[in-house]
């Protein structure tokens, strides 16, 4: 027991060399690389940076004997400080698990790799380093990507409804013909009438108008059983798939993203126009709205409430 628990708080060096199947592989390894990020599921872990420690084994395939001393020919260390970096900056997590996972898929993408041991550990959330350690292989990889991605991404149709919009007899109508597009339908909205609370401080102002927005969502749920409030990515992507008419909840997108909008929820109009970059749709519909100023990085199509047909 004593050698387990040894193995296990050691080095994943330590344990990558005990754990090896038949001849031991190469190895080379990142110790101790700390980053500063933003990352956590507690409230109190957003809005601000920490330190996480990466410790991260590869085992490698062998070069052979013409490796000529030549650095092209071996998996480089930059590679694994990429895969760190490149995870970091694709969005925001909340989990470590999470971020391990993805920064050992991007390892054993490398040609080279054959295992791979990540340690990850938070620095500043307790008197010690709070962490995971995962092990994962090429085999795990090749599953993952058959189970995962064999079906590319849809491009959906995003539809930005207004507040007179929502309440049009038209409204049941449009869905009928939304419902028929080959592609699949992501509704929009903006904030009711009524004015949300003032918290007189930016940052908790944002999530009120946030959730504004969203109880508007659930208004616009109300009047069709075919729109289902969705606030994940995951759940836009099974809807997606599945043929599911969803209404954008955006709190939980527009929080997570490193690359955030940079407008805010008083601007429902633009903040629609970057979700609908965000998701990579094939075009963004205004139904009784006005483009936003700067555009859009989707084609742009405007619709009178009073037309009847999309």
């Known amino acids: 027991m004593s050698n387990e628990t040894t193995l296990a708080f050691g080095h994943p060096d330590a344990r990558a060399a005990a754990t090896a199947p038949g001849a031991p592989l190469d190895r080379i390894s990142l110790r101790d690389h700390i980053v500063e990020v933003e990352i956590g599921a507690f409230q109190a872990e957003r809005g601000i940076t920490q330190r996480i420690c990466f410790n991260v084994v590869v085992e490698v395939r062998p070069v052979g004997d013409n490796l000529d001393d030549d650095v092209d020919r071996i998996l480089s260390y930059d590679r694994v400080t990429q895969a760190i970096a490149a995870e970091l900056a694709e969005e925001r997590l909340n989990l470590l698990e999470t971020l391990a ?15 791979t041991f990540v ?4 620095l500043d959330r307790g008197p010690g380093a709070l962490g995971v350690e995962i092990v994962r292989s090429v085999d795990d990889l090749a599953t993952r990507v058959v189970g995962t991605h064999a079906d590319t991404a849809p491009h959906p149709h995003v539809v930005f ?7 049009s007899p038209n409204l049941i109508r449009w869905l009928d013909q939304l419902e028929k597009r080959a592609e699949p339908v992501i509704l929009c909205v903006g904030r009711a ?25 659930w208004v616009l749920a109300g009047r069709d059983d075919r729109c289902v409030v969705v606030d994940t990515r995951t759940e836009l992507d099974w809807a997606m798939r599945n ?5 954008w909840a ?6 997570d993203a490193v690359d955030g909008p940079t407008v805010g929820p008083d601007n429902p109009v633009a903040l629609a126009a970057w979700f609908s ?4 749709a094939s075009d963004l519909l205004l139904i009784d709205a006005a483009p936003p100023e700067n555009g859009a990085r989707v084609p742009i199509l405007v619709q009178d409430i009073a037309q009847s047909g999309l």
């Open 243 to 247: 043929g599911r008419i969803s209404v």
């Open 250 to 255: 955006p709190s939980k997108i527009v929080l």
């Open 101 to 115: 996972e993805n920064v050992a898929e991007r390892i054993l993408a490398e040609p080279q790799a054959v295992r």
């Open 161 to 167: 409804l207004s507040n007179a919009a929502v309440k």
């Open 277 to 280: 970059a965000h998701m990579e």
């Open 119 to 122: 340690r990850i550990e938070k």
């Open 193 to 217: 009438e009524a004015m949300p609370p003032q918290t007189g401080h930016k940052m908790t102002q944002r999530r009120v108008d946030l959730l504004a927005i969203e109880q508007n969502a």
